[in-house]
Nanobody, 125 residues
Framework: QVQLVESGGGLVQPGGSLRLSCASSASTFEDYALGWFRRAPGKEVEGVACITKGDGDPNYADSVKGRFTISRDNAKKTVHLQMNSLKTEDTAIYFC??????????????????WGQGTQVTVSS
């Protein structure tokens, strides 16, 4: 397992933007699939966006397609989630996750072994 530390959460008005970042301790960061997940109050964990190891092909939940962008910087060992056109229903704790064995082509929380502590995102007027 690797250590992951998220940053960038906060309070934003509907229609606004936030950029989440996640720094990793993995020595071979490029060999890990990465993902962003969220847990809204009273709801199950939801896969928001995942990105494959290496070249980094992204995939997104339907609820965020066209609004969110996941990217990875293997040199800096970080993964980002750019969130635009935020909606009140995007309010949740956001977690980044990493896994050596999964491809990252599918964003299933059970496929990821290492998790950050989470960062709160609140979308409210």
């Amino acid at each position: 397992q690797v250590q992951l530390v998220e940053s960038g959460g906060g309070l934003v008005q509907p229609g606004g933007s936030l950029r989440l970042s996640c720094a990793s301790s993995a020595s071979t960061f490029e060999d890990y699939a990465l993902g962003w997940f969220r847990r809204a109050p009273g709801k199950e964990v939801e896969g928001v966006a995942c990105i494959t190891k290496g070249d980094g092909d992204p995939n997104y939940a339907d609820s965020v397609k066209g609004r969110f962008t996941i990217s990875r910087d293997n040199a800096k060992k970080t993964v980002h989630l750019q969130m635009n056109s935020l909606k009140t229903e995007d309010t949740a704790i956001y977690f980044c996750a990493a896994d050596y064995f999964t491809s990252g082509r599918f964003c299933y929380s059970t496929s990821f072994a290492s998790w950050g502590q989470g960062t709160q995102v609140t979308v409210s007027s």
